[in-house]
């Protein structure tokens, strides 16, 4: 394959998956919603995945505080740990940890699930039984991911910020009450707000490329594979681009 | 349907933890900022305010008191900073308190330092402008210490030198040599011994002195009998009769004089015979040769006479009776 060749196929695959965010927007959004499905994917989605995000935040938040802490000593600034700890968790670690987390486990399930359905044609019996599949299938997913991911991402934080308590009392002795003051002094909306923000956009762009690979799955058993793998993979990508995005968007606004 | 039923209540659990946690960042962080706190708003105008802004502390006494609302430029000189107060602080800060814009530890954060002052005053009201005071900013710290660095240096040069001309100098050799220290031991032990002697020597005179005072000794009798003094007052007098005299006979033996002299320049009487005519002295002179001549003489016939044995016993008797004169002479002046 020319270069030339997978530019043009890179551009068909961009143009496809606009087209299928347009069409959520377009179907997935109007009346009437599959209601049950949607808490039944949102159980799925969000508590299901708790354990896995709060065990990477956990030991992101205690191993965060332990490196940073020598470098934080040799310039007699140990007492601002909490706070450089605490920021780096709201505002960057946290909210990407926790979607790249969770576009490992979700978007892989979503991208296989649908790609197995789309192979052994469930997808095409649904249209005939009078379902509309996008609805029902892909509306309700994108919804929960996007509306779920935050609130991963807040009770990530949370359990990251308590392993960062127990990362500096492991070197050093610090008050619960004293770091949560620290934590929560050098925090503020323009900390907080963005970066929860931006937690709803990966958690889109997760669903909806999980959805996308899934729902475009060709060649039998091993295309579900490869939606499954390339549903992760472009997830995670998308994530720091819009990662990227965000920071820019926020600073251009004046909140950083 | 019931496992479904859990499922949700699962869910309903997460999503509303995960809401109650975003609320309570929120609640905590806006309470922070004093968002939910009430209107309370004090002013300050300050000259430079060191890099405050909008959002920085303001510490009452050091206590968190509220922020830094707005930040006004009014003009050239002047800076209207509005501050939100804390509703449980407020009722606490008087009219005449101070502000001041301070630093969080070295480097940190700006704050606005609020501080009472003594003396009564009212409590403030919404919109009060407080005092406001200057602080010295880092530069002009730093300015300041550059200066007394300096001096600093050049004081430490100078007592650098100072230091070794007193190195090099005689006196520290002095003050190192050992034997002078103790020469100087042993001075001071004579100096005490000396002291001491002369308190016993002082105590002896003081004694004395008692003693002359109540009359013991002779002393004491010579200075308190006051016969003594009568006598030697009668002798002042005859003394004083006697220099009289003396002195009048020195006039007359004076007047004496120059009437001798008189005599002698004007070539009167017989001194100045004597004195001055050649020819009797040569005269003189001659017959003092023959008298001499004539003395020998008679000398040579008195040995004559002694040895005769006519005159032998008057001369022994002469002898014997001065031998006997000389011894008497004698007894009288070992008795005395």
């Given amino acids: ?256 | 349907m019931g496992n479904q039923k859990v499922n949700n209540i699962k869910l309903g659990a997460f999503v509303l933890s995960g809401l109650v946690l975003m609320i309570f960042a929120f609640f905590i962080i806006g309470r922070n900022n004093n968002i939910f706190g009430n209107d309370f708003k004090l002013k300050v105008r300050f000259s430079n305010l060191n890099g405050l802004t909008k959002g920085n502390n303001v510490l009452f006494s050091g206590l968190q008191a509220g922020t830094v609302k707005e930040i006004e430029l009014i003009n050239d000189s002047t800076i209207e900073v509005t501050m939100q107060i804390n509703s449980k602080v407020k009722s606490f800060i008087n009219k005449n308190a101070v502000a001041a814009v301070g630093t969080e530890g070295l480097m940190g954060n700006k704050v606005v330092n609020i501080s009472p002052v003594k003396g009564m005053s009212q409590k403030v009201a919404e919109g009060d402008l407080l005092q406001a005071k200057n602080m010295a900013n880092m530069d002009e710290i730093i300015e300041k210490l550059a200066q007394t660095n300096n001096n600093v240096a050049s004081i430490s040069e100078v007592l650098k030198g100072t230091v070794l001309r007193i190195d090099s100098s005689a006196i520290l050799k002095l003050i190192n040599d050992e034997s002078i220290g103790i020469s100087l031991k042993s001075s001071l032990e004579n100096i005490y011994k000396m002291t001491s002697n002369a308190n016993k020597m002082t105590i002896g005179l003081n004694h004395l002195v008692n003693d002359i005072k109540k009359g013991k000794g002779t002393a004491g009798l010579l200075l308190t009998d006051t016969l003594v003094a009568g006598t030697l007052k009668d002798a002042v007098v005859q003394i004083r009769a006697a220099s009289v005299n003396a002195n009048s006979m020195t006039l007359q033996l004076n007047k004496m004089v120059k009437d001798l002299s008189h005599d002698l320049s004007n070539g009167k009487g017989p001194i100045n015979t004597l004195l001055k005519d050649s020819l009797m002295a040569k005269n003189i002179s001659f017959t003092m040769e023959n008298l001499q001549k004539g003395t020998d003489g008679f000398n040579q016939n008195m040995e004559a006479l002694k040895h005769n044995f006519l005159f032998r016993g008057y001369f022994r008797k002469l002898e014997r009776q001065k031998k006997e004169q000389q011894a008497e002479l004698l007894k009288a002046t070992q008795q005395r």
């Fill in chain 1, 1 to 256: 394959m020319s270069l030339v060749i997978r530019f043009k196929n890179f551009l068909d695959e961009t143009g496809n998956i606009a087209r299928f965010t347009g069409r959520f927007f377009s179907v997935g959004i109007k009346p009437r919603y599959e209601h049950k499905e949607f808490f039944n994917q949102c159980y799925i989605i969000g508590y299901r995945s708790l354990p896995l995000v709060g065990l990477t935040a956990f030991i992101m938040g205690l191993v965060l505080t332990m490196q940073l802490r020598p470098s934080l000593v040799d310039y007699g600034v140990e007492s601002q740990l909490p706070v450089m700890v605490g920021l780096a968790i709201v505002r960057e670690i946290g909210p990407v940890i926790t979607a790249l987390i969770f576009a490992g486990k979700i978007g892989s399930s979503i991208g296989a699930e649908l790609g197995s359905m789309k192979v052994t044609e469930q997808i095409d019996a649904m249209t005939v039984s009078g379902i509309k599949p996008f609805k029902y299938l892909v509306a309700t997913r994108v919804l929960a991911t996007t509306l779920m991911l935050p609130l991963l991402t807040i009770l990530g934080d949370a359990i990251s910020l308590f392993g960062a308590y127990l990362g500096v009392n492991i070197r050093s002795v610090t008050s619960f009450d004293l770091f949560f003051l620290q934590v929560f002094k050098s925090l503020d909306f323009s900390d907080v707000l963005p970066a929860i923000t931006k937690t709803l956009f990966f958690g889109f762009a997760v669903g909806i490329v999980g959805c996308y690979k899934g729902f475009n799955s060709t060649k039998g058993t091993q295309g579900v594979g490869i939606s499954a793998n390339s549903a992760v993979v472009l997830s995670s990508v998308l994530i720091f681009i819009i990662d990227l995005l965000a920071v820019q968007i926020t600073e251009l606004l004046g909140l950083n």
